[in-house]
């Protein structure tokens, strides 16, 4: 991600180590960094003993990774209500893996939707990626697929009880 990715009712802005460690201070700290309101409930423990710090060692060892990452703003409310991106950069292969999380008080709104799109037809252009995929879906998050399907993810696999979507390049492209 290199700057801000807008959409209609959405702004994505990248998850930088400054913005990271905010997050381990608390809410407030967070919302002092970011300039937005930071939804209740948004940083509950998961995020701030897992998840963060995971990004932040990874950013930290490689400051590249902030670009494929951000938190989503909901532009009307100013808002944080979730986070999208991509797990890693494209590997030797091109294939990237998208990820988002929408809190729940903002689901069922088409915010996914639009975010993942707004990705999705920014990052399956570029030269290093060749493939988009969304892997360990659970097939009871009905949610979840359907969005990956409404921007154009096919079902690729059926492992236990995880599901793997993708998009890829050539099809998209041919598609257009």
């Keep these: 991600m290199k700057d801000i990715i807008e959409t209609d009712r959405l702004r994505l802005i990248p998850k930088t ?24 409930g948004f940083l509950d423990e998961d ?28 532009k009307s409310n100013k808002m944080l209500i979730g986070s999208a991106g991509f797990e890693d950069k494209p590997d030797e292969n091109g294939v990237i893996e998208v990820r988002f999380y929408i809190h729940p008080f903002f689901r069922g709104k088409g915010y996914g939707t639009e975010i993942l799109l707004a990705l999705k037809d920014l990052y399956i252009e570029k030269e290093e990626v060749n493939s ?7 097939p009871d998050n009905i949610a979840a697929i359907k969005v990956l399907q409404k ?12 599901l793997y979507f993708a998009i890829h390049k050539k099809s998209y492209l041919n598609s257009k």
């Design 17 to 40: 180590l400054e913005l990271i460690k905010a997050s381990f201070y608390g809410r407030e700290s967070l919302e002092k960094s970011l300039g937005f309101y930071v939804c209740e």
């Design 47 to 74: 995020y701030q003993t897992e998840i963060f710090p995971l990004h932040y060692a990874r950013i930290t060892d490689d400051p590249s990774l902030s670009r494929w990452s951000g938190f989503i703003i909901e």
């Design 132 to 138: 988009i995929t969304a892997t360990r879906i659970s």
């Design 151 to 162: 921007i154009g993810m096919g079902l690729e696999k059926h492992r236990a009880n995880e």
